[in-house]
């Protein structure tokens, strides 16, 4: 008996580690989402991958395409300055995700990013 459960630690173990170690790396420091619409006047928004990360519980919440294999694809590379077939174009992909997910968590009484123009889009 024994051995059988020292057996599913060690391959418990190697599983995880597996999957920790097979995960790309996130990014780190400041990114930088920038809107590709002619008429959008505001500025790009940044934010910080790492403290993301850290509030949300699994990356997909963001990355909602994502297969878990490669790297996650950026927002704009579906999300494109126009409205394509059924996604939205980027300003409203990122207000309905980013902007909703902020008054949520301050909803929540957790703490929040910003949610007025002016607090994202910083000159």
Do not use: Y
């Not at 990356?59 to 394509?84: L, Q």
């Not at 949520?104 to 123009?117: F, N, V």
Request: net charge positive; with cysteine.
């Amino acid at each position: 008996m024994k051995k059988i459960i020292a057996l599913f630690v060690i391959v418990a173990f190697v599983a995880v580690g597996t999957v920790v170690f097979a995960a790309p790396a996130a990014p780190k420091g400041e990114l930088t989402v920038t809107q590709k619409m002619k008429s959008d006047k505001k500025a790009p928004v940044k934010f910080s991958h790492e403290k993301h990360a850290v509030g949300v519980p699994d990356c997909k919440t963001c990355h909602h395409t994502w297969d878990g294999k490669d790297a996650p694809k950026k927002c704009s590379e579906c999300h494109t300055g126009r409205k394509s077939g059924k996604k939205p174009n980027s300003k409203i992909a990122m207000h309905n995700k980013c902007k909703k997910c902020h008054k949520d968590m301050k909803k929540a009484g957790k703490p929040a990013g910003p949610t007025s123009c002016k607090k994202c889009h910083k000159k």
